[in-house]
């Protein structure tokens, strides 16, 4: 066991240059410089890999709902498309098919006249033509 009281301490005497020099606290700075700046650059880049992760984790996500919207849309356009669930939403509107020829096309006149509503010919309206004057030659 150590007795302090009875122990004596000697101190190095002081001599003029065993001190620090300034170029020796340059090193010294620098070195910690270089060290805390490797610490701050490895966090720098450490977050931004995380940012990329999450940005890229992001765009999977949307991605996959673009992608199943997308998906969605093509089952509705090929609903809306089908012959049968067009003939199925005329009938609900209260459209009837027109193919039983029972379809006649009567020619009035128009009490409003449109500038530039004049007749145009199409093909095979001579064939309607004839068909209307053998039906109006049959009713009189």
């Not at 007795?3 to 700075?29: A, H, I, K, Y």
């Not at 450490?46 to 890229?56: C, D, F, H, K």
């Not at 009938?91 to 006649?104: A, E, K, P």
Request: aromatic share 6%; charged share 25%; proline share 3%.
């Amino acid at each position: 066991m150590v007795d302090c009281c009875f122990q004596s301490f000697r101190n190095r005497p002081v001599q003029e240059g065993s001190g620090t020099t300034g170029w020796e606290m340059l090193r010294w700075l620098l070195a910690v410089g270089i060290v805390a700046g490797l610490v701050l650059g490895y966090a720098g880049m450490r977050m931004g890999i995380l940012e990329s992760q999450y940005e890229a984790a992001r765009l999977r996500k949307e991605n996959t709902e673009l992608r199943e919207f997308n998906d969605a849309l093509r089952v509705e356009h090929a609903t809306l498309i089908n012959p049968e669930t067009i003939d199925r939403r005329a009938s609900s509107l209260g459209l009837i098919d027109s193919s039983n020829g029972s379809v006649r096309i009567i020619e009035g006149r128009s009490r409003l006249s449109v500038p530039g509503s004049e007749r145009v010919s199409v093909p095979g309206s001579e064939l309607i033509a004839a068909a209307r004057g053998r039906f109006e030659a049959s009713s009189e």
